[in-house]
């Protein structure tokens, strides 16, 4: 079975750090590219990171930039989302996605919520 499952989420203070992990089973993430997208209540889902499945290069969103990092270890078929410096505006359900041409698979999100 293909499943993509994310984990690492909670309730973290301002300034704090997490780590999103995103599991492949079923199926061999080297040849996909991964995103990190985002949503928070009432709003769109937003692209957060990700990174190329042919070298390895990594893309944010200027609201992340310094303070998130996406890496993968293709040994453990897993993807993370490192992140530091939280702010409250990073409060959002965190899903991750698997894509390669005809294909894409979703995760079933992870809630990360940034508040004292």
């Known amino acids: 079975q293909v499943q993509l499952v994310e984990s690492g989420g909670g309730l973290v203070q301002p300034g704090g750090s997490l780590r999103l992990s995103c599991a492949a089973s079923?199926?061999?993430?080297?040849?996909?590219?991964i995103g990190w997208f985002r949503q928070a209540p009432g709003k769109e889902r937003e692209g957060v990171a990700c990174?190329?499945?042919?070298?390895?290069?990594?893309y944010y969103a200027d609201s992340v930039k310094g303070r998130f990092t996406i890496s993968r270890d293709n040994a453990k078929n897993t993807v993370y989302l490192q992140m530091t410096s939280l702010k409250p505006e990073d409060t959002a359900v965190y899903y991750c996605?698997?894509?390669?041409?005809?294909?894409?698979?979703w995760g079933q999100g992870t809630q990360v919520t940034v508040s004292t």
């Open positions: 996605v698997a894509i390669k041409v005809g294909e894409d698979y």
């Open positions: 079923g199926f061999n993430l080297d040849y996909y590219y």
């Open positions: 990174i190329t499945s042919s070298d390895g290069s990594t």
